[in-house]
């Protein structure tokens, strides 16, 4: 992005990415509580940003870690005394989540303990060797993963403590950690306006989105 903060402090009509998403999980009815993981340095920053605002969820801020995995697995120990029965973890730089997709995937997740939001792919993906393809997987079976990613609480922090006594602790995918201990994962359909904010065109994808969904 050749900016000096992270993405997620970035500024559209006086109102950062992060409080454009976490809005929309507040709006949620489904929605208890709000935990954003945050580097240690950025904490208060984030904090007087969240404090402007008036919520009507409990949003709090917390330390994370030094990868993602380890930021999640923070958050999980966070909510472990708040009986917690279903976790929705989500790219905060994914600002066009829509409340039907996150409660669609609480409802699913509720059902079969584990959902992870995707979409078809569009284009042919190929599996690249030294250089040359060396296949290409069939389109109609591909999809591209999103965000929320959303679970039972027991199963993540299960797949979480298995992957560290693993010491299997360079994923940057919730998913994958389930996998790893055999629980199936159903995929909730998501968006294609539900991107991830990562090079400077999608910022002008994003005020076309921010157009089009009327704000």
Do not use: W
Request: glycine share 4%; proline share 2%.
């Amino acid at each position: 992005m050749n900016i000096d903060l992270p993405k997620q402090f970035m500024t559209f009509n006086n109102k950062t990415i992060m409080e454009y998403t976490v809005d929309k999980f507040n709006k949620c009815s489904m929605i208890d509580e709000i935990v954003i993981v945050m580097n240690k340095q950025y904490i208060s920053k984030a904090q007087e940003i969240l404090n402007k605002v008036k919520f009507n969820k409990n949003v709090v801020v917390i330390e994370g870690g030094s990868s993602r995995q380890e930021s999640t697995y923070m958050a999980l120990k966070h909510l472990s005394n708040k009986n917690a029965d279903i976790v929705v973890i989500h790219d905060v730089v994914r600002p066009f989540i829509t409340e039907d997709i996150i409660k669609k995937s609480i409802l699913e997740a509720a059902d079969y303990g584990a959902v992870d939001v995707c979409v078809k792919a569009t284009d042919t993906i190929v599996k690249e060797k030294d250089g040359f393809i060396d296949f290409i997987p069939r389109r109609e079976e591909l999809y591209n993963g999103q965000t929320p990613q959303v679970f039972k609480y027991s199963i993540i922090k299960k797949a979480h403590e298995a992957a560290i006594n693993d010491n299997f602790t360079d994923t940057t995918d919730d998913v994958k950690l389930v996998l790893r201990i055999g629980q199936k994962v159903k995929i909730v359909e998501g968006s294609y306006d539900n991107i991830k904010l990562t090079t400077q065109s999608d910022i002008e994808l994003f005020k076309k989105l921010f157009g089009k969904e009327g704000n």
